[in-house]
């Protein structure tokens, strides 16, 4: 089956018109963040997010600052792989008055409370990372993570049009260097830069009220080179756009075609399988380790995400007709259900 090659836009466009409305010319895809998220109007449809996700030697460490038009969420969390010691911290602002979602993919972003305090601070091709929480399952954490973002480096920014009063812009920057510590109470996690990665999903768009999503990704060093894996189902299909790309030492290779996600919603921690919907260019299996589920029912507004920490293993067969296997990679999958 010939797959039809997506749109690669390749000079600044803002995603939106005058009114607010889905600009065409910013349909597609690009290899550097060139979309200027100039969302307004949309009374409370509007979802803005700044994810990261560390993955360290011996935990990963993730901060996210978000703004969903009637309140701002903020989280931290993170997980030890051996011990599976685990612990969230969230906090909500209704309205989210005071927080600011800047427009641009690499900029800077913060978020401060009594309870938690947030920055990611963009400057000089790095982002500063800096997290700290005077109650974090009853001890102070305090991390300071230097994340590089290789100038040469591509990353996935895609418009996925649902129409033009319905649409999403997503940027997801994979294999970034990250270094620094994470202080959790009398432990220290020192992240090095060789073998540590960040993952940023930074989302801006208008949403339908109802929206189901499965995100599959990894960021790693594999003998010797560094690989990202970013796949998207259910949300993006049928739009004619996919999040789907793989990375090589910073160079993306875009997947345009569909991709299944495959498992067992009574038991999320079975093996999980992300196939190509048409071809065997994706053959990949996941295999769980831990389940994170984070749950919000605010009668109007609910949420339910499952997000697996786990290995992926598999192959992808790359354009050059070569086969990129993947043997025990670190990496998370997750599905997220949202009435919002």
């Known amino acids: 089956m010939r797959l039809v090659a997506e749109r690669e836009v390749t000079i600044p466009t803002p995603l939106c018109d005058k009114k607010g409305n889905l600009n065409p010319a910013a349909i597609g ?30 935990i990963l460490f993730s901060a996210t600052i978000s703004h969903l038009d009637y309140a ?62 005077p109650d974090f399952d009853n001890e102070y954490l305090q991390a300071d993570l230097t994340i590089q973002h290789p100038p040469h480096d591509e990353s996935l920014n895609v418009v996925i049009p649902w129409n033009r ?12 260097p990250a270094s620094g510590t994470v202080h959790i109470g009398q432990r220290s996690y020192t992240f090095n830069p060789e073998e540590c990665f960040a993952v940023l999903d930074y989302g801006r768009g208008v949403w339908p009220r109802k929206a189901v999503w499965n995100w599959g990704m990894a960021s790693q060093r594999i003998r010797g080179k560094r690989i990202g894996l970013n796949f998207g189902g259910q949300w993006t299909d049928g739009t004619g756009m996919t999040e789907n790309a793989i990375f090589i030492d910073g160079k993306m290779i875009k997947i345009s075609e569909d991709v299944a996600f495959t498992y067992n919603r ?45 290995y992926y293993h598999g192959t992808i067969t790359l354009p050059t007709g070569e086969t990129l296997m993947i043997q025990q990679m670190l990496g998370c999958i997750e599905e997220h259900v949202a009435k919002w």
């Open 165 to 176: 009063q319905m649409f999403q812009f997503t940027a997801k920057h994979h294999t970034l």
């Open 29 to 58: 895809f690009a290899r550097k963040p060139l979309i200027d998220c100039n969302v307004k109007g949309h009374y409370l449809r509007k979802k803005k997010w700044n994810y990261w996700c560390v993955y360290g030697e011996d």
């Open 266 to 310: 009574a038991n999320f921690m079975q093996p999980w399988a992300i196939r190509s919907k048409s071809s065997n260019q994706v053959e990949l299996t996941f295999t769980p380790f831990f389940e994170r589920i984070a749950k919000t029912d605010a009668k109007l507004v609910t949420s339910e995400v499952h997000q697996l920490v786990g």
């Open 72 to 133: 701002a969420v903020c989280f931290v969390y993170f997980l030890e792989y051996e011990t599976q010691r685990y612990f969230e911290k969230t906090v909500t602002i209704p309205l989210g008055t005071g927080v600011k979602m800047p427009s641009q993919v690499l900029e800077t972003v913060k978020f401060s409370t009594n309870e938690l305090d947030i920055r990611f601070t963009y400057s000089n091709e790095t982002t500063q990372l800096s997290v700290s929480i």
